[in-house]
Nanobody
Framework: QVQLVESGGGLVQAGGSLRLSCAASGRTFSDHAMGWFRQAPGKEREFVATINWSGARTRYADTVKGRFTISRDNAKNTVYLQMNSLKPEDTAVYSC??????????????????WGQGTQVTVSS
């Protein structure tokens, strides 16, 4: 059984930074693209960032491009999301996910088959 566990969320002032971590267990982590999504209250889940199996390729939502960085350490079975210059509109529950086999970069939710429980990020103005 695959498990993804996020950590690193919290409360931060606008302009601040946080680093989220997602630890994976239960299958070959390095075989899969990974991604981060977020969901704010009353809104649909939205794509944030994705990274391919090796870490050489990434894609970002326009809303976070230039502020957030996704990375991974396959030796530690962990994917990270470094979030800088945070804004109040970044407030959401952030979840990591593992993509289905064979998908090199995944930006749609239905391209993922395993999800973490999420971690709350709150940015105060």
């Amino acid at each position: 059984q695959v498990q993804l566990v996020e950590s690193g969320g919290g409360l931060v002032q606008a302009g601040g930074s946080l680093r989220l971590s997602c630890a994976a267990s239960g299958r070959t982590f390095s075989d899969h693209a990974m991604g981060w999504f977020r969901q704010a209250p009353g809104k649909e889940r939205e794509f944030v960032a994705t990274i391919n199996w090796s870490g050489a390729r990434t894609r970002y939502a326009d809303t976070v491009k230039g502020r957030f960085t996704i990375s991974r350490d396959n030796a530690k079975n962990t994917v990270y999301l470094q979030m800088n210059s945070l804004k109040p509109e970044d407030t959401a529950v952030y979840s990591c996910a593992a993509a289905r086999n064979g998908i090199p970069l995944a930006i749609r939710g239905n391209e993922y088959d395993t999800w973490g429980q999420g971690t709350q990020v709150t940015v105060s103005s």
